[in-house]
């Protein structure tokens, strides 16, 4: 399975290929609702940010041989808990969104640095609550974005091509009618 180092570099690769996956987009096109279902990119940063929360909540109950609580039980089910914190995340700023990101990934760093050895030497309850909640959850939206604006990029270059039709025929086009 490999250690700390090795699940490390590949939770900083798949949070890295996540990064990149909304880097350039504008401010407004960060809020643009329709990336997955009726999120943003804002609302999956926030998504994001909730998953590394509650790796932070039960990886330490985790290592002292405790159960985290079962989702279905709390909350109804995986996708009741998600909507909840979109919903409790909705009024947050995009920035607040972006300054919380990175400071729960890095305290999640943090985190995994000071975490027993012994957890990163074999496949643990441990690893599996990191693995769903991080580096596995990223990719899963990452390809989400990245789908999202590729449709966006076509729709784009097919309304372009749409105005360059138009443009080439207008001056054939007698506003008064027929001559």
Do not use: C
């Not at 990163?120 to 769903?132: A, G, H, N, Q, S």
């Not at 939206?141 to 207008?170: P, S, V, Y």
């Amino acid at each position: 399975m490999g250690d700390r180092r090795q699940l490390l570099k590949r939770l900083d690769t798949a949070w890295a290929a996540f990064k990149e996956s909304y880097a350039g987009l504008s401010d407004a096109q960060l809020m643009e609702p329709g990336v997955t279902g009726a999120w943003s990119v804002r609302d999956i940063l926030a998504h994001v940010t909730t998953w590394e929360e509650e790796a932070l909540k039960h990886l330490p109950l985790i290592l002292e041989g405790g159960t985290p609580p079962r989702y279905s039980v709390l909350y109804g089910g995986i996708d009741a808990f998600n909507g909840r914190m979109t919903e409790q995340k909705g009024s947050f700023s995009l920035s607040e969104v972006l300054s919380q990101l990175d400071h729960i990934h890095r305290r999640l760093i943090d985190f995994i640095q000071s975490a027993p050895e012994d957890q990163f030497i074999r496949e643990t309850r441990f690893r599996r609550r990191l693995r769903l909640d991080t580096y596995g959850h990223y990719p899963k939206h990452a390809e989400g974005i990245w789908k999202w604006r590729e449709q966006r990029r076509a729709r784009f270059a097919e309304r372009r091509r749409a105005e360059e039709i138009i443009d080439r025929d207008l001056p054939f086009i007698n506003p008064n009618g027929p001559i």
